[in-house]
C-alpha cells in the first residue's frame, strides 16, 4: 500500500483546538445535567467528607480513544483528586480490563460519572468499529472517515478514527477542494455550461491562491467511467468513485495504470464490513466509511466504585 501523492489530508492528533471543543462539549454537557443546580440525589445520600476510587473498567473488547478526556472533564469541573491512566489510546482491552482509576471526592465524581463514560463509550466504540474496517482491507488500502460526524464533535470523532487505525478524510470545507456533483449541477442550472474538466481548473488556480504549508488537495465525485475518462486529463489529486460495483471499481484502476498517473482513487459509497474486503481488493488506493462515525455504537464502560468515609 503506498501513497502516491506528495501530501494528504491533515490528519488529527490530540492539540488544542481539539482541546477547545473539549471543553466546550463538556460545559454543555454539565448544563445539561445540572442546569446551575446541584446533583440533588448525591447530595441527599452521600456524606460531605465521603472519598470515592472509581475504575473506569471495559465490559467488553474493544479500542480505547478519549483518554484525555478524563483530565479536561476533571479541570472544567474543579475535581480536585487523582487520575491514573491504565492503558493508551489506541490499545485493544478486553472485558473486566481497568481502563483509569479516578480517586477524589465521591460527591463530585458521581457527579461527573456520567459525563465520564459518555466521551470515553463514544470516542472508543469509533475507534473499535474503525479497527474493524481497517482490519478488513488487511492493507491493502486506506480506510478514510468523511465528514458525517456529530456536530461539534468533529476533531473528537476524527482523532478516534486515528486511534483505530483509520485516516482522516479532510476536517472541513476550509482544507480541501472537493468537486461533487451537486456543484455541478447547480452551477449548471445557473446557466453556466460547466464540464468536470472545466471545474477542476478552477479548482487548480483557486487552490494556488492559497496560502498554505503544503499544496491545498483537489478532489472530484465521479459516479460513471465516462466521467473518469473526463476528468483523467485534469489530474486532480483524488477521484472520488461513487457507488461503483467492484468491476467498475477495478476498470477504473486499470484506467489509471494505463495512464501513468498520478491519480488516486477513492471508492465510497455505502461500504459496509461485508463489503469493504472486496472493494478493497479491487486495487483503489483509499476507501472511504461515513459508517465510522454514523454508525459506531458506543463501547460499553462502566465504572466500578469503592468508597472510604
Not at 479500542?63 to 491504565?86: F, H, M, P, R, Y
Not at 471545474?199 to 483537489?218: G, H, K, L, P
Amino acid at each position: 500500500m503506498t501513497n502516491k501523492m506528495a501530501n494528504d489530508f491533515l490528519q488529527r492528533d490530540w492539540d488544542l483546538e481539539l482541546e477547545d471543543d473539549l471543553r466546550q462539549l463538556i460545559r454543555l454537557g454539565i448544563r445539561e445535567d445540572l442546569r446551575h443546580e446541584h446533583d440533588w440525589t448525591t447530595l441527599a445520600v452521600i456524606p460531605a467528607d465521603a472519598t470515592g476510587k472509581a475504575s473506569v473498567v471495559a465490559r467488553d473488547t474493544g479500542v480505547i480513544a478519549g483518554l484525555k478526556t478524563i483530565d479536561v472533564i476533571l479541570d472544567e469541573t474543579n475535581v480536585a483528586g487523582s487520575c491514573s491512566i491504565q492503558c493508551a489510546d489506541g490499545q485493544t482491552v478486553t472485558s473486566g480490563q481497568a481502563i483509569v482509576v479516578i480517586e477524589a471526592s465521591a460527591r463530585e465524581l458521581l457527579t461527573i460519572e456520567r459525563l465520564i463514560l459518555n466521551f470515553i463509550g463514544r470516542l472508543s466504540g469509533i475507534a473499535t468499529l474503525t479497527a474493524q474496517y481497517v482490519s478488513h482491507v488487511e492493507g491493502r488500502c486506506r480506510v478514510y472517515d468523511t465528514r458525517k460526524t456529530t456536530p461539534g464533535w468533529r476533531r473528537l470523532e476524527k482523532y478516534a478514527v486515528r486511534c483505530g487505525g483509520g485516516m482522516n478524510h479532510r476536517i472541513g470545507l476550509h482544507d480541501a477542494i472537493m468537486i461533487k456533483d451537486n456543484h455541478l449541477a447547480i452551477s449548471n442550472s445557473a446557466s453556466v455550461d460547466l464540464t468536470m474538466r472545466q471545474a477542476i481548473e478552477m479548482a487548480r488556480n483557486t487552490a494556488a491562491s492559497i496560502e498554505r504549508d503544503q499544496d491545498v488537495i483537489v478532489e472530484v465525485e465521479v459516479d460513471t467511467l465516462e466521467q473518469l475518462t473526463d476528468v483523467i486529463p485534469a489530474e486532480p489529486d483524488i477521484v472520488l468513485l461513487d457507488n461503483m460495483t467492484v468491476e467498475e471499481l477495478q476498470q477504473a484502476v486499470a484506467m489509471i495504470r494505463d495512464t501513468n498517473s498520478g491519480i488516486e482513487l477513492e471508492a465510497s459509497g455505502g461500504v459496509t464490513l461485508e463489503t469493504i474486503g472486496e472493494i478493497s481488493q479491487s486495487g483503489v488506493d483509499r476507501i472511504s466509511v461515513g459508517a465510522l462515525t454514523h454508525s459506531a455504537v458506543n463501547f460499553d464502560v462502566g465504572l466500578d466504585w469503592s468508597f472510604r468515609p
